[in-house]
């Protein structure tokens, strides 16, 4: 069993920036490590993705503003975001993916205010 534990989120400003940590109780060497959100009544959204080979995609609203990256010494993944719209305004959950199996963390809140 693996344990995903996120920091970082806060409350900022429209265009202001936060990182995100999503910190693994186990080894992310060979797995896929995944950023998610949910706002209030809305569905989960992927957000950002990084695979074991460190190729990343992520969702349209956020490229060029958004950056995924992994320290798999650390066993950590981090979500960099910078540019922060109103509409960032979410929960954001880590998720861990090995072949078959799906980890997920209990979520850190972000907040942009405009």
């Known amino acids: 069993q693996v344990q995903l534990v996120e920091s970082g989120g806060g409350s900022v400003q429209s265009g202001g920036s936060l990182r995100l940590s999503c910190l693994a109780s186990?080894?992310?060497?060979?797995?896929?490590m995944r950023w998610y959100r949910q706002s209030p009544g809305k569905q989960r959204e992927l957000v950002a993705h990084?695979?074991?080979?460190?190729?990343?995609d992520y969702q349209d609203s956020v490229k060029g503003r958004f950056a995924i990256s992994r320290d798999n010494a650390k066993n950590t993944v981090y979500l960099q975001m910078d540019s922060l719209k109103p509409e960032d305004t979410a929960v954001y959950y880590c998720?861990?993916?090995?072949?078959?199996?799906?980890?997920w963390g209990q979520g850190t809140q972000v907040t942009v205010s405009s």
């Open positions: 998720n861990l993916n090995y072949i078959l199996q799906d980890y």
């Open positions: 186990g080894s992310i060497f060979s797995a896929n």
């Open positions: 990084i695979a074991p080979d460190r190729t990343t």
